[in-house]
């Protein structure tokens, strides 16, 4: 079975840090650009980050440059988000999703609060 | 960034009939390659997205075939042939020719 699974999510501090994970399970997500999308409570989604197959292109939403990093390691099948300098707008549901979002996992919450 | 705008936000529909969601986008879709990429997305209530619909009409394996889309250029349609319960949840249009990829607000289908 097809299977994207996010972990790392929490309750952190305004200006702290979390590193989420996404191991992909029952395929290999080698030869997909894979990215992470967020959910605001009761809101719509939006598209955070994109990485290439091999890592040599990412891309961002202006919101998060310079304080989100994505990563993947083919080897381990899964797929990273480094979150600095957290806001409270940064909290919401997190989801990891590949081959142009045709597989998502079941999201992880992060929530920014003092 | 490109603008996706979705209409109605909301749209109660009674069993059995047909429904239809709007999808428009601030610029041009089409690639360079010919391609349009949009998308659309059914969230069912406390679920994740599932992608039913990719490059404009393609559907998703296991997407049941009342579900369609057509469209081009700036403007896009999602239509359900006959509503069922289980078609409950919000729908959202998305492009992923320019980044960053948008969302359209999402429109909530509810059964009358």
């Known amino acids: 079975e097809l299977k994207l699974g996010e972990s790392g999510g929490g309750l952190v501090q305004p200006g702290g840090s979390l590193r989420l994970s996404c191991v992909a399970s029952?395929?290999?997500?080698?030869?997909?650009?894979m990215s992470w999308l967020r959910q605001a409570p009761g809101k719509g989604l939006e598209w955070v980050a994109q990485?290439?197959?091999?890592?040599?292109?990412?891309y961002y939403v202006d919101s998060v440059k310079g304080r989100f990093t994505v990563s993947r390691d083919n080897a381990k099948n899964t797929l990273y988000l480094q979150m600095n300098s957290l806001r409270a707008e940064d909290t919401a549901v997190y989801y990891c999703?590949?081959?142009?979002?045709?597989?998502w996992g079941q999201g992880t919450m992060v929530n920014v609060s003092s | 960034d490109v603008v996706m705008t979705q209409s109605p936000l909301s749209l109660p529909v009674t069993l059995g009939q047909p429904a239809s969601i709007s999808c428009r986008s601030s610029?041009?879709?089409?690639?360079?390659?010919?391609?349009?990429?949009l998308y659309w997305f059914q969230q069912r209530p406390g679920r994740s997205p599932r992608r039913l619909i990719y490059?404009?009409?393609r559907r998703d394996s296991g997407v049941p075939d009342r579900f369609s889309g057509s469209g081009s250029g700036i403007d896009f349609t999602l239509k359900i042939s006959r509503v069922e319960a289980e078609d409950v949840g919000v729908y959202y249009c998305?492009?992923?020719?320019?980044?960053?990829?948008?969302f359209g607000q999402g429109t909530k289908l509810e059964i009358k």
């Open positions: 999703a590949g081959a142009a979002l045709g597989y």
């Open positions: 029952g395929f290999s997500f080698s030869p997909y650009w």
């Open positions: 990485i290439k197959q091999d890592g040599s292109e990412k």
């Open positions: 610029q041009s879709l089409v690639k360079s390659d010919g391609n349009t990429d």
């Open positions: 490059m404009v009409s």
């Open positions: 998305m492009q992923g020719t320019y980044w960053p990829h948008t």
